[in-house]
């Protein structure tokens, strides 16, 4: 059970495009259900209360500082009145709830200003650079090493043999960046449908990639069907020769196609039976597919390398089941890991507002999404009473208020000593890195590090033991180096 996230909060993704400007206008007040959609300069108490409206609803995906808005390219018009109108009365399709009933036309207008204000001031700062000093943990201290940057959204990474790393951009590229530092464009990558939280996401390596070169991508795929823009999550299978993605074969379609931009889920990991487990968020319809089984929205996937299903997954003879279904009551799981320790699979998944949870991989199993959740819908909604449920999986582990958790890894090797065995997440919202102390099937304590260094989108260990974590706008991949005490 729980979501780019992609959460956190899902306030404003669709909204208008926002140009920079500096003119303010004063509403002279609404009468009685007429909307206000003019500029005010805020200051006081009407200041404080817009900053902790922005804090409390929309912070949790689009930075407590504004700084996702930044450059960023818009969809529904760049007015005050078209942010007023996207915030009042939302765009479902892509993951934004209305608020008409969660503030007031003044409370909103205050909001238009206050985002805004924020994102001119967030253009005049310098570009944030990574502390370079030494870090202290409990168990530890490190330093980061700048490995690359300028990318937009470094979605997921992968370890080649040889030390290159591969690198999906959110936008649609998959880069080779090599050992010695040079990145490198790989041709042959699929059309994405680069909108919302869809793209070029996941990729990994096939366990046998030294002997088959085969690596695995999950991606936003798009089709054009009466006039209307759908898409879906999908897996392609590919043969990497050079910087080319030869032999390509599309593994797995999910079914139906949405006009939503959301909730994709799409983390891939092979599991020790061999098998490929991916995940696939609910696609917004919370209501609808995450308890469906004929559907494969909501729910984590296993298959075989050539998608193909294994005969001993839990509904393949069940005649309304759809036959790749492994689990479900999944809202959108964006971190998925091997326990090494003991071999099951672990994942992470958004709540909406609260309720991210960590949850371990069982046959068959019901995580609840949306019979019982531990948070609420966005604009302040009561999703369901429920927090426990008879025949529902609880979750080992909850965050209340959400984390929006991105990217998981557990510590293996020798080189963080004091962290082995550790699960890695990466925060969206709050911008931090997890360490959560692990004893069999249970995490007994949570370090939170790297406070303030970027809405952290993936977190990987490298075959020579080395943490990496990738964070997002502006997008840089970081290495955590131990030192000395």
Request: glycine residues 12%; contains cysteine; proline residues 5%.
């Amino acid at each position: 059970m729980r979501s780019s996230r992609f959460l956190a909060s899902a306030f404003l993704l669709g909204l208008a495009v926002f140009t920079n400007c500096t003119k303010k206008t004063t509403s002279s007040g609404a009468k009685p259900g007429e909307e206000i959609v003019g500029e005010q300069l805020l200051a006081g108490a009407d200041l404080t209360k817009a900053r902790t409206n922005y804090t409390n609803y929309c912070g949790g995906c689009h930075g407590r500082d504004l700084e996702t808005f930044v450059n960023r390219k818009w969809q529904h018009g760049d007015s005050p009145e078209a942010l007023f109108k996207g915030i009042k009365h939302g765009y479902p399709n892509q993951g934004m709830p209305a608020y008409a009933t969660t503030f007031t036309d003044q409370e909103i207008q205050h909001l238009v200003s206050y985002i805004r204000e924020g994102i001119v001031a967030q253009r005049g700062k310098p570009e944030a650079k990574a502390n370079v000093n030494t870090s202290r943990s409990e168990k530890l201290s490190f330093q980061l090493d700048t490995v690359l940057t300028g990318l937009d959204v470094p979605w997921a990474m992968a370890f080649l043999p040889n030390g290159d790393m591969l690198v999906t951009e959110r936008g649609g590229t998959l880069y080779r960046f090599t050992k010695d530092r040079q990145l490198q464009k790989v041709a042959g990558t699929p059309e994405v449908l680069a909108q919302g939280q869809g793209g070029l996401l996941d990729v990994k390596l096939h366990p046998n990639f030294a002997k088959n070169n085969l690596v695995f991508l999950s991606y936003s795929a798009v089709k054009k069907d009466g006039g209307q823009t759908l898409s879906t999550t999908a897996l392609m299978r590919a043969r990497l020769d050079g910087n080319t993605l030869a032999d390509q074969k599309v593994i797995f379609e999910a079914q139906p196609w949405a006009r939503t931009r959301h909730h994709y889920g799409s983390r891939i990991e092979f599991g020790r039976d061999g098998y490929l487990y991916f995940t696939m968020g609910d696609r917004g319809g919370t209501k609808i597919n995450p308890q469906n089984l004929g559907v494969h929205a909501g729910k984590t996937h296993r298959i075989k390398e050539d998608g193909s299903i294994p005969a001993d997954n839990p509904f393949v003879k069940q005649a309304d089941a759809l036959p790749s279904i492994y689990t479900f009551g999944n809202r959108n799981a964006q971190g998925m890991a091997v326990n090494p320790a003991t071999g099951d699979l672990w994942l992470h998944e958004h709540g909406p507002k609260g309720g991210d949870e960590v949850n371990i991989v069982k046959k068959g199993a019901n995580y609840g999404w949306a019979e019982v959740t531990h948070g609420i819908d966005y604009n302040g909604s009561i999703i369901s009473d429920l927090k426990q449920k008879e025949g529902i999986t609880d979750p080992i582990k909850i965050w209340v208020p959400s984390i929006a958790p991105s990217g998981m890894a557990f510590v293996t090797g020798g080189r963080y000593k004091g962290w082995e065995g550790s699960l890695l997440v990466g925060s969206l919202s709050f911008k931090f890195l997890s360490r959560l102390e692990v004893d069999g099937n249970k995490i007994v304590r949570e370090e939170r590090l790297l406070q303030d260094i970027g809405r952290i989108r993936d977190v990987r260990v490298s075959p020579d033991g080395y943490v990496y974590v990738a964070v997002e706008k502006p997008g840089a991949i970081y290495r955590l180096v131990p030192v000395s005490q």
